[in-house]
């Protein structure tokens, strides 16, 4: 399980990969130099420093609401495919229940 991290730090990584970043020579280099300034790791720098750039549309991606936006709608889905498989169990037993042949 992920561990939550404050969003000022990551704010303040992305700041940092903002104004320093041109000094490296790659974007990995750049992120592990800062994730040690701030306390993360490289890669979480580095996909933040990533999502950053499709948020922004400077790189191919789904942004951050896109995503959001998936998340909820599969969640959606989800519930509404239980509420039909109640239905539908529902509807078999009154069914069942109204057929004279049953009496």
Do not use: C
């Given at each position: 399980?992920?561990?939550?991290?404050?969003?000022?730090?990551?704010?303040?990584?992305l700041r940092l990969?903002?104004?320093?970043?041109?000094?490296?020579?790659?974007?990995?280099?750049?992120?592990?130099?800062?994730?040690?300034?701030?306390?993360?790791?490289?890669?979480?720098?580095?996909?933040?420093?990533?999502?950053?750039?499709?948020?922004?549309?400077?790189?191919?991606?789904?942004?951050?609401?896109?995503?959001?936006?998936?998340?909820?709608?599969?969640?959606?889905?989800?519930?509404?495919?239980?509420d039909v498989a109640?239905?539908?169990?529902?509807?078999?037993?009154?069914?069942?229940?109204?057929?004279?042949?049953?009496?």
């Amino acid at each position: 399980m992920p561990k939550k991290i404050d969003p000022e730090v990551r704010s303040r990584a992305l700041r940092l990969l903002e104004v320093h970043g041109g000094e490296y020579t790659s974007l990995t280099a750049a992120a592990e130099a800062i994730a040690k300034q701030v306390g993360v790791g490289g890669e979480t720098v580095r996909r933040w420093a990533v999502q950053a750039q499709v948020d922004a549309g400077a790189r191919a991606g789904t942004t951050s609401k896109e995503s959001a936006e998936i998340k909820r709608l599969k969640a959606e889905n989800k519930q509404l495919r239980e509420d039909v498989a109640i239905l539908k169990a529902a509807t078999t037993f009154f069914a069942g229940e109204l057929d004279p042949r049953n009496r």
